[in-house]
């Protein structure tokens, strides 16, 4: 993929980032037993097997196979299993079709992780050039963003089993607060967006451009789950007026009624947490939430979602980073956007269209991966990420 200029690193630095790295997607499977490894929930989601596996195929098949001398292939067959959605790399196994993969053996796994680390780390140990760097740190980050989605996926599959289990006692990620109110008003005027600078950054921030901006204001606080309740409990779920054609279908199609992972227990909220069956906290921030509702919440507010050049511009004050925020704007690409050649080029570029920007971060998100300019995208009717609303509006309100 495309990224800002790649500069010399020192060597250190990058290994210790590595490791780092490495280290802290075996330690969130460190409270999972044998048993929480192997399956799949849905479609969209991936055994935490699976995810070690692939990130660690993403090293060996960029990295290792084509840079480093006399490299050995741990096992012939990862190629095609552990292949997400490469095209140009080769045939794939099926995506839903990864909890069924029972071999290799979660212990086969963890070797092949060995024995990659063990040749990243003699690579590491050599002057490697700007190209090579720059692909180690792609690595590094695209291994991040799959510790957010093994955290996620896990929690899905989690909250299908009726017993609630317990991944670990203080792993809830849903009780955060606000810490400011009230609104920011923005000027009209003319804005820079995109990434700029020597740091790391995805193909999809560049292409730095101007965007003119009316006068808004967006809220400080992101929503909490009381306000999203008395939405619940002004019928909110049961009146079109708020919700775009295609969401009303989805709301009507899966009898959608409140948020993810949220259940009435003797006429109070519950929610299922990676800390087990919690009642919901009223003044903490809203999780898990749909495009489609954020929308529609919106709507019932008389308010509207912040467009993504919106809420770049109006970051730099603002408390971000607990949830992944819906914005109102299609995943597109930025002026003079280009997909690079071969493989890597697959990694953004073929997915701008049906899908919606989130910025920000969230309590999941690993850290070191955020940034003022990134930008998450996902179809708008999921719901699995940790992701929130924040309203914007043209004239100042109370919310």
């Not at 993929?1 to 590595?18: E, F």
């Not at 995109?194 to 929503?223: T, W």
């Not at 279908?249 to 929610?271: A, M, R, T």
């Not at 009223?282 to 979602?305: C, G, Q, T, V």
């Amino acid at each position: 993929m495309n990224m800002v200029r790649p500069t010399q690193t020192s060597t250190s630095l990058l290994q210790q980032q590595y490791q780092n790295t490495r280290a802290y997607s075996e330690s969130l499977c460190k409270p999972l037993h044998i048993e929480d490894y192997v399956p799949q929930s849905v479609a969209y989601t991936s055994p935490p097997k699976w995810s070690l596996a692939h990130v660690t195929w993403f090293f060996e098949t960029f990295i290792l196979k084509p840079y480093m001398p006399n490299y050995q292939v741990f096992h012939p067959d990862f190629n095609f299993l552990f292949n997400s959605y490469y095209q140009t790399v080769g045939e794939r196994a099926v995506r839903a079709q990864r909890g069924l993969m029972t071999r290799p053996t979660v212990e086969e796994v963890y070797a092949y992780r060995t024995h990659v680390d063990e040749y990243m780390h003699k690579l590491l140990n050599q002057t490697l050039s700007p190209k090579i760097q720059a692909l180690i740190t792609l690595g590094i980050n695209h291994e991040q963003q799959h510790q957010e989605l093994l955290i996620t996926d896990l929690k899905y599959t989690f909250a299908l089993n009726p017993t609630h289990p317990v991944y670990h006692p203080d792993f809830n990620l849903v009780t955060d607060e606000n810490t400011s109110k009230g609104w920011l008003h923005i000027n009209e005027g003319v804005y820079e967006i995109g990434h700029q600078g020597d740091g790391f950054c995805y193909d999809n921030e560049l292409g730095r451009h101007k965007v003119f901006l009316h006068d808004f204001q967006i809220c400080k606080a992101l929503v909490t789950n009381a306000e999203y309740i008395a939405f619940i409990e002004d019928s909110g779920y049961r009146n079109f007026n708020h919700w775009h054609d295609d969401a009303w279908s989805w709301v009507e199609s899966n009898n959608i009624q409140h948020p993810l992972y949220w259940q009435k227990i003797d006429g109070l909220w519950f929610h299922y947490t990676l800390a087990g069956l919690k009642a919901i906290a009223p003044d903490a921030i809203l999780s898990h939430i749909s495009y489609y509702e954020a929308h529609a919440f919106a709507s019932w507010k008389n308010m509207r979602l912040p467009t993504e050049f919106e809420w770049e511009v109006a970051s730099h004050q603002l408390d971000w980073g607990k949830r992944w925020e819906w914005t109102s704007s299609a995943y597109q690409p930025y002026p003079n956007f280009s997909i690079s050649e071969g493989a890597i080029g697959e990694y953004n570029g073929k997915f701008m269209v049906n899908q919606m920007v989130l910025r920000g971060a969230s309590a999941a998100t690993s850290q070191g991966h955020s940034r003022h300019t990134y930008r998450n995208f996902f179809h708008p009717q999921l719901q699995w990420q940790y992701s929130g609303i924040r309203l914007a509006q043209q004239q100042v309100g109370d919310i």
